[in-house]
RNA sequence: UGACCCAUGGUGUAACGGUAGCACUACAGAUUUUGGUUCUGUCUGUUAAGGUUCGAAUCCUUAUGGGUCAACCA
C-alpha cells in the first residue's frame, strides 16, 4: 500500500516521539554492554546492530562499556575478543571501550548516598536465609530483622565492608523497596556483595562489589545513555532501574526491551556453547559450526550478511523462531554479489577426450563474476585429461537429466562441448573413467557447431589441478530448536555429519593463490572461504552455505 | 496460584479506525554457457467470543495460548 513510507519499529516510534518533545535536546545515545565472560554469538549481533544502527539513523553514537562488576567470571581476554567482533562486524563505537568498573568509585559514594538518605541497609543474613525471606512471586516476602538498622550503624558497616572487615558472603548491601511487591526484584535487592576477589582491570583495589541492577543503570546514566535497549527479560528490572534514578536524582536514561533473537538450529546460551566446546564436539569457540561471529566469520559469512538478517529479521517483542535459511538467503546474497567463481570437482571422474592431442595446453578465459564485470577474468588451461564430477554423469539418466551420459552432449563451462562414448569401470562396477570427444568448432565465445546442450559442467584440468582439504559443513544439530525440550540435552541432537572432510577434490590451479578469509563460489556447488589455516602447502577451504538447487540427483 | 509482557500466512515483520502488504520458505513458469543469479506467477494469515463504531488486525472486556520473574550472575 503506502510503499515508499518507511516502516517504523516500537523502538523507532519511541525516539522519534522523544524527538518531537525535544527531549534531551536531539541526542540519541545507545550502548552494548557485553560482560566480558564469553565469547558474542548470533543473538548478540542483534543487540549490536540495533544499538549501532538506530544510533547512527538519529545521529547518534554508541557507547561499547563492559559490564565487569563480577571478578570472578570475567576476564581480559574475553575483551579482546570482543572488541575484535564488534569491529569486524563494521562498527566504530563512540571514543575507547568503557568500563563499569571506571565507575567502581561513583557507584560506591551512590551506594553510601542511599545509606544516608534510608533507602539501603546492610543485611548480616545469610543468602539462604535472604531468598527464603524474599518468598515467591505467589506471596508477600517479610522484612529482614535487619532492615531497620540506624543510618549511622548501616555507614559505619559499609565501610568496614569495604575496607575489608568481614569475609565473603557475610553481610550484603540492599536497597530498602518494598518485599511485598509482586515483582521480586523489588523485594530488597542485594546491590553490594563482598567477595575478595581479583578484579581484571582494578585489581585488588575492591572487595565488595555491585550488582547489575546497581551497576548497569548508573552507567548508562553516568554516560548520558538516552535509550537503554536490552532483552525482554529485563523487563522486570525496569521499576527498579527508574527507582534508583529517581532516589539518586541522576541522568534519566531509558530502558527499553525487545525480544531477542532465537534462530532455528542455533543454540545462543553461553553455558551450552562453552560445554560443546569442553565436550570437544566442536574445535573451539571459532569453530566454523559454532553461531559465534569469530566462528561465522571463519565459516565465511560475510558481516553484511549479518547485518542485512538482523535488518530483515527487525525487532519487536513477541517471541520468535527465524528459520536459518533467512540467514543463508543473506549469506548467499552477498556472497554471489562479492565472490568470485571458481571451478572445483568434489568427487572427480577422469575425461579423457581421445580427439584432443595428447601435449596440447590451451588457455581459455573465465569471468569471475558474472554480476560484476569490474572483477575481471582469469585463464584456466585445458587439456587432453580432465576431471569431471561423479554427480554430473548418468549411465541410466531419468528423462530431464541435463548433465552427462552415453551418446549425450555438454558443455564444460567457458570451454567446448563434449560428447560421451565410452565408460569405463573397475571390477567393482565403479566408473573410473569416460572417453569422450569434444567439437573443435564449440569453443566458447567462438561457437560455430550450431549444437545445442541443455547442461554445462564446471570441469577442472588434470594437468595443473590442485589437491585440498574441504571441509563441509552441515547444521551442528538435527533438531530445529536443540535447547527447546525440557527431558533432552542439546547433546542429545548432535548430528554426527556435521563435518565431513573431502580430501579427493580437484580444484583449478588459481584457488592456490587464496587468501585466508577469501570467499569463492565453486560453480555449482557452492560458496567457499578459504580457513584461517590456509597455506600454499596445505590449502583449506570452508563450506560456507550451498547454491539453491532445483534439481537433486537421485541415487 | 501472583505480577508483567506478547498474540497477523510455514517463518519473520508491516498496516497507527478505512482495500491485510513486504521478505524468507515452498511450488510453478520465463531467461540463463552455473539446474546459481534475474524476472513472473501461485499457495497459505488477523487465536476465540462478545462489545464500541457507518466501518475493527487496530479501541474495550473476557477467554485461550505462549513467554518472563523467586542468583550475594549479567
Known sequence: MSDNKEHLNFIEEIIEEDLQEGKHNGHIHTRFPPEPNGYLHIGHVKAITINFELAKKYGGSTNLRFDDTNPTTEETEYVEGIKRDIQWLGYTWNGDALYASDYFDKLYHYAEKLILDGHAYIDDSTAEQIAEMKK????????????NRPVDENLDLFRKMKAGAFPDGTRVLRAKVDMTSPNMHMRDPVIYRIKHDHHHRTGDQWCIYPMYDFAHGQSDSIEGITHSLCSLEFTHHRPLYDWFIEKLGIFPSRQIEFARMNVTYLITSK?????????GIVTGWDDPRMPTIAGMRRRGYPAAALREFCEKVGVAKRDNLIEIELLESCVRDELNKT??????????????LRNYEENKTEYLTAENNPEDATRGERTMSFSRHLFIER????????????????GGNVRLKNAYIISCEEIIKDESGEVTELICSYHPDSKSGNDTSGLKVKGTLHWVNAADAIEAEIREYDKLFTDPTPAGHDDKDVLDFIN???????RKARLESSLSK??????????RKGYYTADDEFTLEHPVFNATVNLKESFKVQK
Open 136 to 147: 515467591t512471586p505467589m506471596e508477600a516476602g517479610i522484612e529482614s530483622p535487619y532492615r
Open 339 to 352: 565472490s568470485d567463481r571458481a571451478m572445483v570437482v568434489m568427487d572427480p571422474i577422469r575425461i579423457t
Open 391 to 406: 554427480d554430473d554423469f548418468m549411465e541410466n539418466p531419468p528423462k530431464n537429466y541435463f548433465r552427462l551420459y552415453p
Open 514 to 523: 587464496a587468501k585466508p578469509g577469501q570467499a569463492f563460489q565453486f560453480l
Open 271 to 279: 553455558r551450552k556453547l562453552l560445554k560443546l566446546v569442553e565436550e
Open 496 to 502: 554426527p555429519n556435521s563435518l565431513v572432510i573431502n
